[in-house]
C-alpha cells in the first residue's frame, strides 16, 4: 500500500510564497506522473501542474509564471513552489501520483487528503 501525505499548506498574505510537498511512502513500488490539483469552494477540482518521470511539466494557464513543480525521486516527493500568490489560488490542494507496485499489477492513481492554502490579507 502507498500512501501521500501533503504538507507546507497555510494562510499566507496576496503576493506571498507557500512551498508545498508530498511524500510518498509504502513499499516497493514505481512512481510515474506526480501532480497536484486544487479544489476551490463551490467549484469542480483542478489540475494546477504535473510533472512526468523525464521532468516535463505542464501548468494551468492560471498559474504560469508563478508555480513552479519539481520532483526528486530517491526522496519520493515532489513539491510546488507558489509564488505571488492571489486570494483566488485558496483552495485544497492534492497531491496526485501514478503508481505501480514493483509486485506487479497495473499503474493506479494515489491520492493525498488535500492540504488548505488560503490566501488573504
Known amino acids: 500500500q502507498v500512501q501521500l501525505v501533503e504538507s507546507g499548506g497555510g494562510l499566507v498574505q496576496p503576493g506571498g510564497s507557500l512551498r508545498l510537498s508530498c511524500a510518498a511512502s509504502?513499499?516497493?513500488?514505481?512512481?510515474?506522473?506526480m501532480g497536484w490539483y486544487r479544489q476551490a469552494p463551490g467549484k469542480q477540482r483542478e489540475l494546477v501542474a504535473t510533472?512526468?518521470?523525464?521532468?516535463?511539466?505542464n501548468y494551468a494557464d492560471s498559474v504560469k509564471g508563478r508555480f513552479t513543480i519539481f520532483r526528486n525521486d530517491f526522496k519520493n516527493t515532489v513539491w510546488l513552489q507558489m509564488n505571488s500568490l492571489k486570494p483566488e489560488d485558496t483552495a485544497i490542494y492534492y497531491c496526485?501520483?501514478?503508481?505501480?507496485?514493483?509486485?506487479?499489477?497495473?499503474?493506479?492513481?494515489?491520492w493525498g487528503k488535500g492540504i488548505l492554502v488560503t490566501v488573504s490579507s
Open positions: 510533472i512526468g518521470s523525464g521532468g516535463d511539466t
Open positions: 509504502g513499499n516497493d513500488f514505481n512512481i510515474y506522473t
Open positions: 496526485n501520483c501514478d503508481i505501480s507496485l514493483t509486485s506487479g499489477g497495473l499503474t493506479e492513481t494515489y
